[in-house]
């Protein structure tokens, strides 16, 4: 099963050497092509490129080329050829958000296919196809309308997101369902202009996606696999997301869908053909050029031998920067830039049990609205700077004070381990253990994480400590704050289900492993 993700990844290794003209197969689905980019150089003026950088020899064609090689200017055999390609492996993937375009609709049920198309867009951000099916099909029994989702509330989202990462797109798709709900009668916009204007959380990528899938709307797509794709077909070798370079994509995946498009071709398969050929054919490592259904009009393929012919200096492109002589196949397309690196982040986390004779509960606070892994749970977490100074039960017992009313009494270091246990104070609760757990590295796409763990105990009371009201909810009674949901205790079992993030269920699973190893604790899954 190929891999799709749906970003701009950086390609490495020069894998295919193109400069040799490829000849079509026998039973190839295009037709010939009408004519060859590389044969439009001009002659007239002379252009003397430079020919060296940084001690490489750079290839002068591409030194010197015309702007309009990037110009996609008769689309017409290469998108026969895309869809016929597209015909035969529509299906391969098994997706079941994909559905043959059926021209009959009624407006109601294209507005359901665009929202099927919108919730499989949304998952497929920055995550494969082969994860987000089991997702998408439980998502839909759970919410099979727009109005289904409309009535849930962000926990239960977040459930059902659990392990999908990026949170924040399943809060997005809640707040735009209750806004389609509210000004659209339920139904997503039936154009891509307005659904980006007025969704939430949807772009130009997306709305035209789900608008000439769904609605049949001469719109183009440009997503990371449609980028790269197009990038090397044209062989535009320059900065991946400047303006100019996005301009000109754009344009290209334009004239796909719009230029003297037959009726018969629908505008959605067209864009899901490109999605699909970026995705298992113009790879990011490995592309399959002879098995590609564009390659003979493809520039970075057909890249010709090197020649000296250079465009009137009017006529010269200004966007690519030039390619060395290392750089000479399809891999070296899109431009290479320098990824930013991670941050680098460290946070000391306390999993806080509270233990009585016959029960034991563990402290989950709740992540604000908005920022990364909003509204979900985790265990007391605190972000270290060079500046910080407690040790670990003093900052255990600033995390706990922080979400709990009573009093609780810290735990004394200097005491033998186990010495607390017997420890008798003012307050009611005190701590009576920590334990170093180790650290929990955890990856996101701008931040490596590091999670101090430890396990911090508390005894006392016939209850775990009464927690807070949270902030913001200053209006609840005492017993409506036990239930604010801004902290939890819960129970092993309950931690499993709880909207916990991966990097939280990884603390969580060290804790589960300690648990079995620490016989002394007797700590038990069940
Ligand atoms: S020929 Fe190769 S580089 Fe060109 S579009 Fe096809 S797979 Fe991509
Ligand atoms: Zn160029």
């Not at 250079?310 to 830039?337: H, R, S, W």
């Amino acid at each position: 099963m190929p891999k799709q993700k749906r970003t701009q990844s950086e390609v490495c290794d020069l894998e295919h050497s193109n400069t040799h003209q490829h000849s079509r197969k026998k039973g190839d689905l295009s037709s010939k092509p009408q004519k060859h980019h590389w044969k439009n150089l001009r002659k007239g003026a002379k252009y003397e490129a430079s020919t060296e950088i940084s001690g490489h020899e750079v290839d002068p064609i591409f030194s010197g080329h015309p702007k309009s090689i990037h110009i996609l200017s008769s689309p017409s055999p290469i998108r026969q050829a895309l869809l016929s390609w597209y015909a035969t492996v529509e299906t391969n993937r098994g997706m079941p958000w994909r559905k043959p375009y059926n021209p009959n609709l009624g407006s109601k049920e294209r507005a359901q296919r665009a929202y099927e198309v919108w919730v499989s867009e949304v998952m497929l951000q920055q995550t494969q196809v082969i994860t987000v099916i089991p997702y998408y099909n439980t998502w839909m029994k759970k919410f099979p309308t727009v109005a289904h989702l409309a009535k849930s509330s962000v926990d239960e989202v977040n459930a059902l997101w659990k392990g999908l990462g990026y949170y924040s797109r399943g809060g997005r798709l809640l707040d735009a369902a209750q806004i389609i709900i509210r000004d659209y009668q339920g139904k997503l916009p039936d154009n891509a202009k307005e659904m980006e204007a007025n969704i939430p959380g949807i772009g130009r990528y997306s709305a035209g996606a789900i608008s000439s899938i769904a609605y049949g709307e001469r719109v183009p797509v440009l997503d990371g696999n449609v980028h790269r794709l197009l990038s090397r077909f044209l062989a535009l070798h320059a900065l991946p997301k400047s303006k100019a370079t996005l301009d000109t994509l754009w344009a290209a995946a334009t004239a796909m869908v719009k230029d003297e498009v037959n009726d018969m071709d629908h505008p959605g398969d067209i864009n899901q053909a490109l999605i699909e050929l970026g995705s298992t054919i113009c790879k990011i490592r490995n592309p399959s050029c002879s098995d590609c259904p564009l390659n003979a009009w493809c520039g970075a393929y057909n890249k010709p031998k090197r020649q000296q012919s250079v465009p009137d200096i009017e006529d010269l492109c200004t966007l690519c920067e030039p390619l060395t002589e290392e750089q000479n196949g399809v891999m070296a397309y899109p431009m290479k830039v320098k990824k930013r690196k991670a941050r680098i982040e460290v946070d000391a986390v306390s999993v806080i049990e509270w233990r009585s004779v016959d029960d034991r509960q563990f402290l989950l606070v709740r992540r604000p609205d908005n920022g990364l892994l909003a509204g979900l749970y985790e265990f007391p977490a605190t972000s270290l700077d060079s500046n910080h100074t407690l040790n670990g039960p003093g900052l255990a017992l600033q995390q706990l004070l922080d979400v709990v009313e009573d009093s609780v009494t810290s735990y004394n270091e200097e005491f033998p381990r186990g010495f607390q246990r017997e420890y008798s104070g003012a307050s009611e609760y005190h701590m009576v253990d920590v334990v170093p757990m180790g650290n929990v590295l955890h990856t996101f796409s701008h931040i490596k994480k590091t999670y101090l763990a430890q396990w911090v105990v508390i005894e006392g009371g016939i209850k775990p400590p009464q927690l807070k009201c949270g902030p913001g909810q200053p209006e609840l009674n005492h017993e409506e704050c036990r239930t604010s949901r801004n902290a939890l205790w819960l129970s092993i079992s309950e931690i499993t289900k709880a909207n916990i993030s991966t990097g939280v269920s990884k603390i969580w699973k060290l804790f589960l492993t300690m648990g079995e190893q620490e016989s002394n604790c007797s700590v038990s899954t069940q």
